[in-house]
């Protein structure tokens, strides 16, 4: 049996349980309103969101962390805990997060780094590796763009790659000599897999995880600049 990834189990398990207490609720086993309690505890569901992503792409943990303390503090307003007017104060702080995570978390744009960690906000992003010993990245995209270029890198065995994208898209591309893996959770988004798997099974293997929340990736080959057409000399006479 095909193991499901801990990000979907989760996630259905949540479904789950809703579906239980409503089935409950109806059949008069409990005495609840579930629009006082939706109305109440739905913030519950974007720390779910949260969770499960951290589960899914740990390396990528900056966007699951900024969707759980989202969630937290929503539910928070909604139990009275805190004051409504709690964003205003909140928002200088965001913005200071958001400037440290690019700093902190800022990829290598070229060399030979065996891992890769690139953070995109408002803008793209182009790592690019030829380590010969890759190991994996950490890839993140809020409203912007990543794009992997791995085309000049090899694996010895196997290597993860661990995306969060947030109304951004992220492309990833990879030589033919590798196999491509990719699984993990999509909410309104997805993940193309345009590989062609090599004939040998032992090929180096891509492990690809990613959380999609309204975005998108994108795994592909790529020419490598050996692939690069060379310009044939003319020939006398010839046009």
Do not use: C, N, Y
Not at 49 to 66: N, Q, T
Not at 206 to 226: C, Y
Request: without cysteine; proline residues 8%; glycine residues 12%.
């Amino acid at each position: 049996m095909q193991r499901r990834p801990p990000g979907q189990v989760l996630l259905g398990l949540l479904v789950v349980a809703v579906g239980v207490v409503l089935l409950l609720e109806r059949t008069g086993v409990l005495d609840v309103d579930p629009g006082t309690v939706v109305g109440t505890w739905w913030p519950l569901a974007v720390i779910a969101v949260g969770v499960v992503s951290a589960v899914v792409v740990p390396r990528a943990w900056i966007g699951p962390a900024v969707v759980t303390a989202v969630g937290a503090i929503l539910l928070l307003v909604e139990l009275g805990v805190v004051e409504p007017d709690v964003w205003s104060a909140l928002w200088p702080v965001a913005i200071v997060a958001v400037g440290l995570g690019i700093l902190l978390r800022a990829g290598s744009s070229g060399g030979d780094a065996d891992h890769v960690t690139a953070f995109a906000f408002w803008w793209g992003a182009e790592p690019r590796t030829r380590s010969q010993r890759f190991t994996g990245a950490s890839l993140t995209a809020v409203m912007g763009g990543v794009s992997l270029d791995l085309r000049e890198a090899d694996i010895v065995g196997q290597a993860r790659i661990d995306v969060f994208t947030f109304w951004g898209g992220v492309d990833i591309r990879v030589p033919r000599t590798w196999r491509v893996r990719i699984g993990g959770l999509p909410l309104l988004g997805g993940w193309e897999d345009k590989t062609v798997a090599p004939a040998d099974p032992a090929a180096p293997l891509l492990d690809v995880r990613v959380v999609s929340l309204m975005g998108g990736v994108e795994v592909r080959h790529g020419k490598t600049p050996a692939d690069a057409p060379v310009e044939q000399p003319g020939v006398p006479g010839r046009p």
